[in-house]
C-alpha cells in the first residue's frame, strides 16, 4: 500500500517532523553551488560553456536563443499556441489588478507642540495655524530581472509565463529568460517566451545559470533580481547571490495539501495528490479530513489511479515518502489547526463549507476552493501566479505577484506650519538618541535670521 491513514493526534515526533519540516534540500547543495557561480563570476561564457557539457551533457552554440524563440512560436501546434497565449492572456489580467497606484495625501497638524523656539508657527505669538503635511508613495518598476524556468525531466513553459508576464505588467524594461539546454530546446518553452514577451532568451540552466544572471558574462546582461522555481543546485546558487542581487525566495518541491470532509469526492482528492506527486520524487502530497471512511476511500482511489500513468515511479517515490499521507483529524477544526501549521503551498479544500473554512485560513501559497478548481488551474491558466512558497515559506511571505518587481519610495512635504507642528516631538526624540545635529536641523528653520528661499515660508519672528 502506497499510502496508509493516520490519525493526527497520534503522530509521533518523527512522523510530524517529517511532515512540518519539509527541506528544500538547499544546505547539501551550497557548495557545489558556491563553487559553480563563482567560476561563472570570473570566467564568464567559458565557465558556462563548461557546466552546460559537464552538467546538461550538451554543446551549446549560442547561449542567446532569443530568435529562435519568435522561430518556435510559428512551428509549434496551433492548438499548443493557442494555450499558451490564453494562459498568458489570464496571467496577465490578474496581474495588471494588483498595480499599485502613486499616491499623496494631506495630512493635518499633529498634537504635540508647536515651534522648535517657542513661537507659534506664525511668528506673532497668536493662535497657530494648522501645518500642512503632504506624503505619498511611489512605485516604480526594477530595471532588470531574470526568470528561470527549469527544464530537465520535464519543460516548463507554464514557469515561463508565470515569471515573464507579472515583470512585464510590473513595466521592467529587461526581463532575461533562462532555462536549461538541451539537444533541441523544447520549443513550447520557446515560444512560451516569446508570447511573454521575454527581452532575451539564453540556453543556460542550473547554478551557471543564477550565476550568469547575477554578475553577467560576455552574453548575459547581470540583472537586479532573479526570480523562478528550480531544482536544489538552483536553489543554493540563488541562496549564495542573495545580496548582491535580490532573489524571490528559496523554494523547495512541490507540495499539496487537501482539506475535506465526508461531502468531497475521494476520486477527486486522490486525483489531485497525484498531480502534484508527478511532479518530483520529493514532492510532499497530504490529505486531511474529520472522517474516517472518507479517509480510507481516498488511499484506495490513490492506489487505483497510480498504475499506468507515464510517471508512476515518481508518484509512487513521492507518496512513499515520509512527508506524504492521508490523516484523520477528530474534528474539522483539528483539521484546520494542522492546515494553519503546515502553511502549504498548494491548498486545496473540498468541504461543504468551504467559505467558512477559508476564513479561518491565513497561512497557505494559493487556494483552491471546491471540487471543480485543481490546482493544475492555477499551474497553467485560471491566471493566478504559480510560483508559491514551499516549506512553510507561507508563514511569512507569499507567491511571485507584481509586487515582486517593483520598488516603493515614500515622499514628503511639509510647509512651515507642518514643520512647526512636528518640532517638539521631532528634536525631543532626537536628542533623547543623542543626535543633536538632528534637533538643530529643525530649530535651523526657525531662526530669527533664517530667511527661506520660498517667498512664502519667510522668517520665522
Known amino acids: 500500500m502506497t499510502l496508509e491513514v493516520r490519525a493526527v493526534a497520534e503522530l509521533p515526533p518523527d512522523e510530524r517532523a517529517a511532515l512540518f519540516d519539509r527541506d528544500a534540500g538547499v544546505a547539501g547543495a551550497r557548495d557545489d553551488a558556491r563553487e559553480i557561480v563563482e567560476r561563472v563570476r570570473t570566467e564568464g561564457d567559458v565557465a558556462v560553456r563548461e557546466y552546460c557539457r559537464e552538467l546538461d551533457g550538451v554543446e551549446v552554440g549560442n547561449l542567446d536563443v532569443t530568435d529562435d524563440a519568435e522561430r518556435a512560436y510559428d512551428a509549434i501546434d496551433a492548438e499548443v499556441r493557442d494555450a499558451i497565449e490564453t494562459a498568458a492572456e489570464n496571467v496577465r489580467e490578474f496581474h495588471e489588478r494588483q498595480v499599485p497606484e502613486d499616491w499623496r495625501a494631506s495630512f493635518g497638524g499633529a498634537s504635540g507642540g508647536g515651534a522648535a523656539d517657542g513661537k507659534t508657527a506664525g511668528g506673532d505669538g497668536g493662535a497657530a495655524e494648522s501645518g500642512h503635511r503632504e506624503l505619498g508613495r511611489r512605485f516604480r518598476p526594477l530595471e532588470r530581472v531574470g526568470v528561470y524556468a527549469p527544464g530537465g525531466t520535464a519543460a516548463y513553459p507554464s514557469s515561463v509565463v508565470m515569471g515573464v508576464v507579472p515583470a512585464k505588467v510590473a513595466g521592467v524594461e529587461h526581463v532575461a529568460l533562462v532555462t536549461p539546454p538541451a539537444e533541441e530546446m523544447n ?275
Open 187 to 461: 520549443q513550447v518553452t520557446l515560444a512560451a517566451a516569446h508570447v511573454a514577451d521575454a527581452d532575451r532568451v539564453y540556453s543556460i540552466g542550473g547554478a551557471q545559470a543564477i550565476g550568469a544572471l547575477a554578475y553577467g558574462t560576455e552574453t548575459v546582461t547581470p540583472v537586479r533580481k532573479i526570480v523562478g522555481p528550480g531544482n536544489r543546485w538552483t536553489t543554493a546558487a540563488k541562496a549564495e547571490v542573495r545580496g548582491d542581487v535580490d532573489i524571490d525566495f528559496l523554494a523547495g518541491p512541490s507540495e499539496i495539501l487537501v482539506l475535506a470532509d465526508g461531502s468531497a469526492d475521494p476520486g477527486l482528492v486522490a486525483a489531485d495528490l497525484l498531480a502534484q506527486a508527478e511532479h518530483d520524487p520529493n514532492a510532499s502530497v497530504v490529505a486531511v479530513t474529520d472522517d474516517a471512511d472518507f479517509a480510507a476511500a481516498v488511499v484506495d482511489a490513490v492506489e487505483a489511479r497510480i498504475d499506468g500513468r507515464e510517471r508512476s515511479e515518481t508518484i509512487r517515490e513521492a507518496l512513499d515518502a515520509d512527508a506524504s499521507g492521508v490523516l484523520h483529524a477528530r474534528s474539522m477544526s483539528e483539521a484546520v489547526l494542522f492546515a494553519e501549521e503546515y502553511a502549504a503551498e498548494h491548498l486545496s479544500i473540498q468541504a461543504d463549507d468551504d467559505e467558512a473554512l477559508l476564513d479561518r485560513i491565513t497561512n497557505a501559497g494559493s487556494v483552491f476552493l471546491g471540487p471543480y478548481t485543481p490546482v493544475a488551474a492555477g499551474d497553467y491558466a485560471s491566471g493566478t501566479n504559480h510560483v508559491l512558497p514551499t516549506s512553510g515559506g507561507a508563514r511569512r511571505y507569499g507567491g511571485l505577484s507584481v509586487d515582486t518587481f517593483l520598488r516603493s519610495t515614500t515622499v514628503q512635504r511639509l510647509d512651515r506650519e507642518g514643520l512647526a507642528d512636528l518640532a517638539e516631538p521631532i528634536t525631543t526624540l532626537a536628542e533623547a538618541e543623542g543626535l543633536e545635529a538632528h534637533a538643530e536641523s529643525v530649530r535651523a528653520r526657525f531662526e530669527a535670521d533664517h530667511t527661506s528661499g520660498s517667498g512664502t515660508d519667510g522668517d520665522a519672528g
